[in-house]
């Protein structure tokens, strides 16, 4: 039973930035992050991290996102820079559970002049 609170999407032209946050309620999560999934396409990794600060990022990310968490909140955050048209897609919230992985309901990111 896990709850979320996702926000932070929204439309953005190329070169901009976002920060997308999740606030997940049920437990203490070992690994939090982001996955998402363009039209077309199959859903891929956007960032994780762990409560310990390991943080591990998609090929097509790396160097313009940055995933952060608060432990004690049981939140993580997204902060999206230099961001392409190819970054448009549904992001959704991801924690690892004790037996599951849960995700967020997603909220849209759309990258576009």
């Known amino acids: 039973q896990v709850q979320f609170v996702e926000s932070g999407g929204g439309l953005v032209q190329p070169g901009g930035s976002l920060r997308l946050s999740c606030a997940a309620s049920g437990s203490i999560f070992r690994v939090m992050g982001w996955y998402r999934q363009a039209p077309g396409k199959q859903r891929e990794l956007v960032a994780t991290?762990?409560?310990?600060?390991?943080?591990d990022y998609g090929s097509s990310v790396e160097g313009r996102f940055t995933v952060s968490k608060d432990v004690v909140k049981n939140t993580v955050y997204l902060q999206m820079n230099s961001l392409k048209s190819e970054d448009t897609a549904v992001y959704y919230c991801?924690?690892?559970?004790?037996?599951?992985?849960?995700w967020g309901q997603g909220t849209q990111v759309t990258v576009s002049s």
């Open positions: 991801y924690v690892r559970g004790q037996f599951l992985d849960f």
């Open positions: 991290i762990t409560n310990g600060g390991t943080t």
